[in-house]
């Protein structure tokens, strides 16, 4: 966009979240640090994650949703989303440093 002179901002949507389709693929900490590393690199105004239930359990949890009645959304996330399990590597801390 830049070399054709016309920038817009982008909001950007990750393509996948945990929980959805468990029994084909589940994405990792990994592979949302390399989704953030796109949408920075695209310049993104806005990055959004997917939330939803957990499709192959007979409860459905975690469900990740905003709906906070039950609980706060992160005590919804499972031991790879949320950061109080997850220990990024320096390089990691860089990248989601300058996004903030």
Not at 45 to 66: A, C, E, M, V
Not at 68 to 86: G, T, V
């Amino acid at each position: 966009m830049r070399e054709l002179g016309r920038v817009v901002p982008v909001h950007y949507q990750e393509p996948f979240r945990r929980g959805f389709k468990p029994w084909e693929w589940e994405p990792k900490a990994e592979d949302f640090l390399t989704d953030l590393k796109g949408a920075i690199k695209g310049e993104a105004i806005g990055w959004y994650f997917h939330n939803g239930d957990q499709r192959n359990k007979p409860d459905k949890k975690p469900r990740r949703s905003l709906d906070l009645r039950e609980k706060r959304l992160f005590e919804q996330l499972d031991e790879e989303e949320n950061p109080k399990y997850y220990s990024p590597t320096n390089k990691e801390k860089e990248t989601i440093q300058r996004t903030m």
